[in-house]
């Protein structure tokens, strides 16, 4: 009886880790075939081709190009859905919908002239595993799935030119 | 016939002798008794000639195809590899410089629209200022 209750819970964290990956995954197949919808997926052979792209000198080896180059490395895949001229307001709504119940950590929201942005991060261990981009306005609607293992400062390299306070401690080592 | 292969002979140590003498020299010869000594001359000549045929033509010939037909086949080879390669790096380039362009598509977008939020917060920058005076003059504030 006791290893049924053990092998049950197991089943259920399982499930449970396994639905923080497919919430977003269903959303993203939910509108696969639809003409709609542009899709982009760059997987981590890609990430890899783009490396070598870095590495082989095809594009500027100064400092930035080093910061991209390692930010690249740790990138594990990325996943886009976009479309325009549709109501991005009902599919930001059902993206969040379908996101909420998961573990996602609401990194900024911005709301402005009718759109609506989010990032979310989903940490393992303090390290951030995904990025995840949101947004949805009149006419037009955005996924963006980042996945891979960051810190805070790789994150900060995306934001270049950023002015939040306090992100200057990120980059000594305040916090991973 | 004996006159004419004296006369054959006279001609031919004076070197006067065509190819189709000497060959009828060698046929008299052949037919005559006597002459021994011209006999195993003429003979040991055709037999040198016959050695040489073999010797000298045959090996060489058949060492030159055989080199020339390897060697056409390793070029071969070889062009192809330098093709095969070249094509390759080139498709690879190409791959990895649209799998950068796009990586760097998608990298655009998280910044723009980070900067959307980023960008409003600005304002927040300058309050650090507000603080300046205290740092400046030590003053402390608890």
Redesign the interface.
């Known amino acids: 009886m006791k290893k049924m209750i053990l092998l049950f819970t197991m089943l259920l964290i399982f499930s449970g880790l396994r639905a923080q990956d497919d919430a977003i995954v269903k959303f993203f197949s939910k509108y696969m075939e639809d003409d709609r919808f542009s899709r982009v997926y760059i997987s981590p052979k890609m990430m890899q081709m783009a490396g070598g792209f870095l590495k082989s000198g095809g594009a500027e080896t100064d400092k930035e190009a080093k910061e991209l180059g390692e930010l690249i490395s740790k990138v594990r895949g990325i996943r886009i859905l976009s479309a325009e001229k549709l109501d991005g307001h009902l599919l930001y709504k059902e993206a969040m919908g379908t996101l909420t119940k998961n573990k996602y950590e609401e990194l900024m929201d911005v709301a402005e002239k009718g759109s609506n942005i989010k990032f979310m991060v989903r940490e393992e261990n303090g390290r951030v595993m995904e990025l995840l981009m949101i947004s949805g306005s009149k006419d037009g609607f955005t996924l963006l799935s980042l996945l891979g293992n960051f810190t805070y400062k790789d994150l900060n390299i995306l934001a270049d030119k950023t002015t939040i306070p306090g992100m200057q401690e990120y980059g000594k080592g305040g916090k991973k | 016939m004996r006159n004419r292969i004296e006369e054959l002979l006279k001609r031919y140590w004076e070197g006067e002798t065509s190819l189709g003498e000497e060959r009828e020299l060698r046929d008299l010869l052949a037919k005559s008794d006597g002459y021994d000594a011209e006999k195993s001359f003429f003979l040991g000549i055709s037999d040198f000639s016959a050695m040489m045929e073999i010797s000298l033509e045959n090996p060489s010939k058949k060492s030159k195809g055989l080199v020339s037909f390897w060697g056409r086949i390793a070029a071969g080879i070889v062009v192809f590899l330098i093709a095969g390669i070249s094509i390759y790096t080139q498709h690879?380039?190409r791959?990895?410089?649209e799998?950068?362009e796009?990586?760097l598509q998608?990298?655009v977008?998280?910044?723009e629209?980070?900067?959307?939020?980023?960008g409003?917060?600005?304002v927040?920058?300058d309050?650090?200022y507000l603080n300046t005076p205290n740092e400046l003059f030590d003053i402390e504030t608890k």
């Open positions: 690879r380039n791959a990895e410089k799998a950068y796009q990586v998608a990298f977008l998280i910044q629209n980070m900067q959307k939020g980023t409003n917060l600005e927040l920058q309050l650090q």
